[in-house]
């Protein structure tokens, strides 16, 4: 069965701190990995991967996949608490839809 | 504003009752997707609608059918209505028939449905 999954599932961080959000798949016929920011509203697209090893950067979020391992980190660093959120994970499967993970529930208090 | 506009925003019914969830796509997108979003499940794929046509479905239930109109709006009826159906309904866009390695879907702010 295709299954993307995330971890943690939450976190509450403080202003300032560095976190790392896990993305790993099994997903048949893969295309892309994409990263989403969901605030109680609609998703609202971060990033796209599809080679390994390359990173992908906007700001003080930054993403990298490793398509060997089957896995993908979103990494953000000095955080405000503007980035509070659901950080969800996506993957692209032969162009018929997207496969979602339940997403990492972000906290950052000031 | 991602351009695709959905309603209602909040719904409320009972079990058993039968409800049409609305969207319009981003102007100029053929594809429509719909997705629902549970606390346990998280977003799930429903089904995908092409320029009127179905083109791909994901885990819909019997109870649950869709249709995309000639001016590309596209409806998500749900009848029989059970309190598991308690989600947020998403609906996304796209000008793609098939997700294109980028896979961006535009989405609209959902409608949250609570059956009581």
């Known amino acids: 069965e295709d299954k993307v999954v995330q971890s943690p599932l939450s976190l509450v961080v403080h202003e300032g701190d560095t976190v790392t959000l896990n993305c790993s798949y099994e997903?048949?016929?893969?295309?892309?990995l994409l990263w989403y920011k969901q605030e109680k509203k609609a998703p609202t697209f971060l990033f796209m991967l599809?080679?390994?090893?390359i990173e992908k950067k906007s700001g003080r979020l930054s993403s990298i996949l490793d398509k060997k391992e089957l896995f993908s980190i979103l990494n953000i660093t000095a955080t405000q608490t503007g980035d509070s959120a659901v950080y969800l994970c996506?993957?692209?499967?032969?162009?018929?839809?997207?496969?979602f993970g339940k997403g990492t529930t972000l906290s950052v208090s000031s | 504003d991602s351009g695709v506009t959905q309603t209602p925003k909040h719904l409320i019914t009972a079990t058993g009752q039968r409800v049409t969830l609305r969207c319009s796509p981003r102007?100029?997108?053929?594809?429509v997707y719909w997705y629902q979003q549970s606390l346990d499940q998280g977003l799930q794929f429903l089904i995908q609608?092409?320029?009127?046509?179905?083109?791909a479905k994901g885990n819909i239930l019997e109870r649950f059918s869709a249709q995309q109109f000639p001016d590309l709006h596209s409806e998500l009826n749900l009848s029989s209505l059970e309190l598991g159906d308690s989600a947020l309904y998403f609906c996304?866009?796209?000008?793609?028939?098939?997700?294109?390695?980028?896979?961006?879907?535009?989405f609209g702010e959902g409608s949250r449905l609570t059956v009581l």
């Open positions: 996304a866009s796209s000008v793609y028939l098939r997700l294109p390695n980028t896979g961006e879907l535009f």
């Open positions: 997903v048949t016929n893969f295309r892309s």
């Open positions: 599809t080679s390994s090893g």
């Open positions: 996506a993957v692209n499967q032969a162009g018929t839809a997207l496969i």
């Open positions: 102007s100029g997108d053929l594809s």
């Open positions: 609608y092409y320029n009127g046509e179905e083109r």
